[in-house]
């Protein structure tokens, strides 16, 4: 009894070998493993089909040591591989007749297995020459198997002539461009891009006629139904066996790169806010490298943000010990709770080594409670020291002159009240001395009173002439208003 034709599995790990095998039991195929390690070897028995399960990075190199063996040239290959454009063109132009993509549907294996063996038959039937045209036909065929496997692709695929003329387009292609069939079939390539754009199109046709298929092309799609451009990533590569042909597959980005730029700008912004601040703000990651350093925290040191960026850490800006006391703050829950730590006044120094007052306040940043980076807001207190101390000199002042104003008219007052009452004493003391005779003590006593009322007299003018605070030592540490010098 004949055996059974042979699957040939290249590099598939033991848990896809044993999902492989469970997938072919309902057809008539034997799998067979091999590493592609062993390519080297010549591979005795011809196989049905290879099936390529291998990493994405071997793929080229591996199917090209397929296709070099020459009693496997005629083997179709079918490749596995992920959705990218890049690996799909990359399994095209290196000898894969199919690509079938990650995760693999068992009904989508086997219809694609069989498809190439019938096309192997197919090939066996008729010359290689017939053959060649019938599957550049085929593969450009709506109903073709070609067609088949490029349908559920979230890729827009299509294939080109080497002049640029769309031959055939999946749905996801007609969905990106907002072109039905009717409208790309025949149509040009370097037509659905936008003006701009064109001439850069224009080159990559012109490539194709030298062999070259450029890779992760960014372009802008301006045609068909879509009122706004749709920008898209796309790579190119020969199709294999058909000379004239190239595959385009391309993936819609318009979304991603409208996220990058409002992200851009985001970032732009909270850029602009933080080299804005009046405050010093720095940020360290993990390992308390600096990787923030805005322009007031440059002003502050003195440094450039090129001198600290990835070169200092964060605890070489402050004096020595002073970072081991931050860091023991950050994880107290004295200033605000752990991971926080509210204002507190401190001295750092430039690069002068001229001191610095700051009040400085930080916080860790975490994410699902891992400690991934430190931030820190320097806020310059001299500015704001010598606006408190011209204050604290200015309250001087007004103290001391509301006090002048307030014995001015203290002692203005007093001399009022004061005149009165002695003017009184001044006069019976006189009546008194000219009415008692002369050298007798009554006599005497009305002289003494007579005189120190005229003493006090000149006192009370001294006070009503007060116009300043002078004061001078009395008794022990006691000071006393002087006189003399606070009404000159």
Do not use: W
Not at 265 to 277: E, V
């Amino acid at each position: 009894m004949p055996s059974s034709p042979t699957l040939l599995i290249v590099d598939a790990d033991v848990a896809m070998r044993a999902c492989l095998t469970s997938m072919v039991q309902s057809i008539d195929l034997e799998p067979s493993f091999i590493r592609s390690c062993s390519l080297s070897k010549k591979i005795c028995k011809e196989p049905a089909v290879i099936l390529f399960a291998g990493a994405a990075s071997k793929s080229r190199e591996c199917l090209q040591r397929l296709r070099n063996q020459e009693h496997l040239s005629d083997v179709p290959i079918l490749a596995l591989c992920s959705e990218t454009p890049e690996e799909i063109a990359n399994a095209f132009s290196a000898g894969a007749n199919d690509v079938l993509t990650l995760p693999v549907r068992s009904g989508e294996l086997l219809a694609r297995i069989q498809a190439q063996m019938a096309l192997k038959r197919h090939h066996r039937r008729d010359s290689s020459n017939a053959y060649r045209s019938y599957e550049s036909e085929l593969r450009i065929s709506p109903g073709s198997c070609y067609a088949h496997m490029v349908t559920s692709s979230s890729f827009g695929i299509t294939v080109v002539s080497h002049s640029g003329v769309l031959l055939f387009a999946n749905p996801r292609a007609h969905q990106i461009t907002g072109c039905n069939k009717k409208q790309l079939a025949g149509s040009s390539l370097v037509e659905l891009f936008k003006e701009s754009e064109r001439e850069p199109a224009r080159q990559i046709v012109a490539g194709f006629m030298k062999d070259r298929y450029p890779q992760n092309v960014e372009l802008t799609l301006t045609s068909g139904e879509n009122s706004d451009p749709r920008v898209v990533v796309g790579s190119f590569a020969p199709v294999t066996g058909s000379e004239p042909y190239v595959l385009f597959s391309f993936q819609d980005v318009t979304e991603k790169r409208q996220t990058e730029n409002e992200l851009r700008k985001a970032r732009d912004f909270l850029a602009s806010l933080i080299d804005a601040s009046l405050e010093g703000i720095v940020a360290a990651d993990v390992d308390d490298t600096i990787v923030l350093f805005n322009k007031s925290a440059e002003r502050i040191y003195g440094l450039s943000a090129d001198e600290v960026l990835g070169k200092r850490r964060f605890k070489s800006l402050f004096p020595k010990g002073e970072a081991e006391h931050v860091r023991a703050l950050l994880h107290s829950e004295e200033q605000g709770g752990i991971g926080r730590m509210g204002p507190v006044r401190i001295d750092i120094f430039d690069r002068h080594s001229q001191r610095i007052p700051i009040s400085f306040s930080a916080a860790l940043i975490y994410d699902e409670g891992v400690e991934l980076a430190s931030f820190g807001i320097f806020t310059d207190l001299r500015e704001q020291m010598v606006i408190e101390e011209r204050l604290a000199q200015a309250q001087e002042k007004l103290a001391l002159s509301e006090k002048q104003i307030l014995i001015a008219e203290l002692a203005g007052t007093a001399a009022h009240e004061l005149n009165q009452p002695l003017t009184s004493v001044l006069a019976y003391a006189e009546l008194l001395t000219r009415r008692l005779s002369c050298g007798s003590p009554e006599h005497n006593a009305a002289a003494v009173v007579a005189s120190e009322a005229n003493r006090m007299s000149e006192i009370i003018k001294k006070i009503g002439k007060i116009t300043t605070y002078e004061t001078k030592s009395y008794v022990g540490e006691q000071r006393i208003l002087d006189l003399e010098k606070a009404s000159e």
